[in-house]
């Protein structure tokens, strides 16, 4: 490779890593480790500039962690984004705009890709080459400003709006759980009936709230709702979908979430911090398997990470970066998340997020009817109940992974959050002791303002 000021992976790595475990794809297809090293190596650095910057604060930008091999293969599912879905979809498997925060068995089942807000960005972003680190943040953004003209400054989030309406993503249909999570999505839905794209499909997937899991009718209602959405998904796709194929996706699925359970609990357990935060945050995201757009990928690679992390827990190895005693921080909150690289070097590490996790690390049943089965789990997501119960939830995952401190960070305009934000805090310091903190983020998505990293670091230095 022609040296540049773009980061390079260690010649020496190489048979290192050419060692592991392939990537073994949905559609039968797989990537050998050394398609994968030729790829990041050879082909990524002059496709995606962006993504190699040796700016020290990006938040876009590779692990360092060049021993991890998930964190490289994470890496070559983000850049691969743009070419994977494009061509599962001309192969006839329909994408459908979902919301973050919800399992996405049943859009597999029915033969779609689900990808959530941030995958929607994902693919966008892949189909723009060349960029380099500050035009490709300034795309982004440019994006956004359409977005919030189209919708409203109002909304706490576009959730890929402007990529779809544009027609620069073709996404079949924008079907998520709504009342789920975020006050916007339901709206966000509705909003598309008045954009310029009016090949897409839309359809509410209502969620129940209050007390929903202790109702048998709440429970039918949902199922009922789940069943509709695979029918209309499985047209889409050209197939009658069974519940036997509901089943079989549902235990896959649950062996990603327990695969993310067992190592979140490896990873909690360690004296060192057996990798970054990034590292961290990827790897049990994989865990509920809408991230890369390919559920059968990112499986693959949490299998192999299981066994790397279980080997560094075992040995005391400690992620490169990270000071020997961090100050431990579990995030709260929905759409905000703080920058890890600079947390980490003020001394601290982010150990735990209750967004996704709840999903996540709620299994569904296997015997019985699969859409009741799946509908009671879903109704059941610790972050969708009560305060009462989230906060018994939250501070379950506070001591599990021995946080000493919370961080509770949501969006401007965030009804959902915003409102429950003080209860949760409260009780968490009433019932634990546990310092916490509360920011609002001003609308606007990925930037990180002076201010929010500012208050952040003060918060590190009174823990």
Excluded at 15 to 20: L, Y
Excluded at 73 to 97: C, Q, W
Excluded at 333 to 344: A, K, L, Y
Excluded at 422 to 446: A, F, N, W
């Amino acid at each position: 490779m022609v040296k540049t000021d773009l980061y390079e992976y260690p010649p020496e790595l190489r048979e290192e890593f050419e060692a592991t475990e392939a990537i073994q794809f949905r559609d039968g297809s797989s990537a050998t480790a050394a398609d994968v090293w030729h790829f990041m190596t050879e082909i990524a650095p002059k496709r995606y500039p962006f993504a190699y910057t040796q700016k020290k604060y990006a938040g876009v930008r590779l692990s360092r962690d060049i021993h991890l091999p998930s964190a490289i293969k994470n890496h070559y599912l983000l850049l691969t984004m743009n070419d994977r879905i494009t061509r599962s979809r001309e192969n006839g498997a329909p994408v459908i705009f979902v919301q973050g925060g919800q399992s996405v068995d049943p859009y597999y089942a029915a033969g779609g890709i689900a990808l959530r807000p941030a995958s929607v960005g994902l693919w966008a972003r892949g189909r723009h080459e060349g960029l380099g680190l500050n035009e490709e943040v300034v795309r982004q953004h440019k994006q956004k400003e359409k977005a919030y003209h189209a919708i409203s400054f109002e909304a706490c989030q576009t959730a890929g709006y402007e990529n779809i309406q544009e027609g620069g993503l073709p996404i079949d249909m924008v079907a998520p759980f709504t009342c789920l999570r975020c006050s916007d999505i339901s709206y966000g839905v509705e909003a598309h009936r008045h954009g310029p794209n009016k090949a897409v499909k839309l359809m509410n997937i209502d969620y129940p709230m209050r007390h929903q899991a202790d109702k048998t009718w709440a429970v039918e209602y949902f199922a009922q709702n789940l069943r509709r959405l695979t029918s209309e998904i499985g047209k889409l796709a050209g197939r009658e979908v069974t519940d036997a194929d509901l089943s079989k996706e549902i235990r896959l699925h649950n062996e990603g979430r327990r695969l993310a359970i067992e190592t979140a609990e490896l990873w909690w357990s360690a004296d060192l911090p057996p990798t970054n935060g990034v590292d961290r945050r990827s790897l049990y995201q994989m865990g509920g398997m809408e991230v890369h757009g390919d559920p059968s990928a990112s499986l693959t690679v949490l299998r192999e990470s299981h066994a790397y992390i279980k080997e560094r827990v075992n040995k005391g190895i400690k992620a490169e970066g990270v000071v020997d005693k961090p100050i431990r921080l579990f995030v709260c909150g929905s759409c905000v998340f703080p920058n890890d690289f600079r947390i980490e070097e003020a001394g601290a590490i982010i150990v735990g997020q209750d967004n996704h996790w709840s999903d996540i690390s709620t299994l569904v049943e296997e015997d019985g009817d699969p859409y009741q089965n799946l509908a009671h789990a879903i109704l059941s997501y610790p972050y969708e109940q009560s305060v009462e119960v989230r906060a018994a939830w939250t501070i379950e995952q506070l001591k599990k992974s021995r946080a000493d401190g919370v961080l509770f960070l949501y969006q401007w305009g965030c009804n959902t959050q915003s409102a429950i934000a003080r209860m949760l805090c409260d009780t968490i310091k009433r019932d634990t002791g546990i310092p916490t903190m509360i920011i609002e983020q001003h609308e606007g998505g990925s930037e990180q303002s002076e201010q929010l990293l500012n208050r952040v670091n003060a918060f590190i230095e009174m823990l």
